[in-house]
């Protein structure tokens, strides 16, 4: 790491807030127009929209909070694979008590650079949930996480240059797609023709 970069906690650069649930049992508080993620829609992607959306009364009765475009999502609890994933907000959205909101997008920081970070670091920040039944994340831990911090600048720049080099795996892994596309349906096609008498 350059000597003129730090390594410093997310908690001593952004603030992190946890979500919640409105009440289910009131159905004033959900079907309104304001986005509502859930962890298991937090998969190292960017949100547009999502699958709930709650009201102002639902907002309002309830800890959570509508964050702006930009913020960065973090899965905290989850099944399978879905804790230590991250998302990046491209709508405003509310979110629920299993993701941190990290507010990347009220500093001079760059949302990109955050979330390869946590893409790169998936594995260690998994490890870093701990609990009896479901291993989890919690506010505390994720303000703890720490990150090589440089000027806004070099996040640009660094983010420029991984998507640069990132498009390239992108069209390989198309074209090795497509190749198992074809490659599948020439071999349904061979079976089908064994089981009409085809091939004999």
């Known amino acids: 790491?350059?000597?003129?970069?730090?390594?410093?906690?997310?908690?001593?650069?952004?603030?992190?807030?946890?979500?919640?649930?409105?009440?289910?049992?009131?159905?004033?508080?959900?079907?309104?127009?304001?986005?509502w993620v859930s962890s298991g829609e937090v998969?190292?992607?960017?949100?547009?929209?999502?699958?709930?959306?709650?009201?102002?009364?639902?907002?309002l009765h309830?800890?959570?909070?509508?964050?702006?475009?930009?913020?960065?999502?973090?899965?905290m609890i989850g099944e399978g694979k879905t804790r230590g994933q991250a998302a990046i907000l491209n709508t405003k959205a509310a979110h629920n008590q299993n993701t941190a909101a990290i507010l990347v997008s009220e500093t001079p920081c760059s949302s990109k650079y955050i979330y390869y970070f946590l893409l790169l670091n998936y594995e260690n920040t998994r490890r870093v949930g701990s609990g009896n039944n479901q291993k989890a994340l919690n506010k505390e831990r994720v303000r703890a996480l720490r990150f090589p911090f440089t000027s806004f600048k070099e996040q640009e720049e660094i983010v420029a240059e991984i998507e640069s080099r990132l498009s390239v795996f992108d069209s390989i892994e198309q074209t090795i797609d497509c190749t198992l596309s074809q490659a599948e349906a020439l071999r349904q096609s061979i079976l089908k023709q064994a089981f009409e008498g085809r091939l004999i």
């Open 1 to 35: 790491m350059p000597k003129e970069w730090k390594k410093v906690r997310l908690g001593e650069v952004f603030e992190v807030q946890v979500g919640a649930t409105p009440s289910r049992r009131v159905p004033e508080y959900w079907n309104g127009n304001i986005n």
């Open 62 to 75: 309830s800890s959570t909070n509508v964050h702006p475009i930009g913020t960065v999502m973090l899965a």
């Open 43 to 59: 998969h190292f992607n960017n949100i547009y929209s999502t699958r709930e959306q709650v009201t102002e009364d639902g907002i």
